[in-house]
């Protein structure tokens, strides 16, 4: 799949969730993409110095929790803004 930030195949994913839209996120090294149910990819934020290990969304599907193993921590991530917030 290819998106406004290239190749989807070229990541590592380190987590993945989805909406009740067909859309999924993934986590990744650094970033948290979206992947669009017609395949369009996205970057949603950026999580740099984030250890990644885990990727949830909310009911709603307007935020999503990324587990940050590194830093100990919970990050939301504002699924339409990129927002973060500990």
Same mark, same amino acid.
């Given at each position: ?16 969730? /989805?909406?009740? $839209?067909? =859309?999924?996120? @993934?986590?990744?090294? !650094? ?26 969304? /909310?009911?709603? $599907?307007? =935020?999503?929790? @990324?587990?940050?193993? !590194? ?16």
């Amino acid at each position: 799949l290819e998106g406004e930030d290239g190749p989807l195949a070229s990541i590592k994913p380190l987590g993945v969730t /989805s909406d009740r $839209a067909g =859309a999924w996120y @993934v986590g990744s090294k !650094g970033s948290v993409l979206h992947v669009s149910a017609a395949g369009r990819v996205r970057r949603v934020a950026t999580l740099e110095g984030a250890g990644l290990r885990g990727i949830a969304i /909310s009911p709603d $599907a307007s =935020a999503l929790f @990324v587990a940050d193993f !590194g830093g100990h921590k919970i990050l939301q991530v504002e699924a339409t803004t990129g927002a973060v917030t500990t």
